[in-house]
Nanobody, 115 residues
């Protein structure tokens, strides 16, 4: 069983930055595809970014150039560096791992962008 813990959320002013972390248990982390999703109040969950087991990355168009996803397999952790945040980025951000065809989710971390 894989357990995931996200951290790093909080309140930030427009134009600010945050770094989210997604820490996972288990020995298969290095082979996992890891994605960040977000869900704003009253909206459906939205995919944000993915990093493959080989380090390839993909981003939602609206965050490309502002967000960077990266991984440290030695620490079983994926990061989401979020710069130039704006109020539209306000959401609960959740981490998803796909390993051997199975999906695992964390509990999410709240990001609020407000002055």
């Amino acid at each position: 069983q894989v357990q995931i813990v996200e951290s790093g959320g909080g309140l930030v002013q427009p134009g600010g930055f945050l770094r989210l972390s997604c820490a996972a248990s288990g020995s298969l982390f290095s082979g996992a595809y890891v994605s960040w999703y977000r869900q704003a109040p009253g909206k459906q969950r939205e995919w944000v970014a993915t990093i493959s087991s080989t380090g390839s990355t993909n981003y939602l168009v609206s965050v490309k150039g502002r967000f960077t996803i990266s991984r440290d397999n030695a620490k079983n952790t994926v990061y989401l560096q979020m710069n130039s945040l704006n109020p539209e980025d306000t959401a609960v951000y959740s981490c998803n791992l796909m390993i051997l065809g199975k999906d695992y989710w964390g509990q999410g971390t709240q990001v609020t962008v407000s002055s």
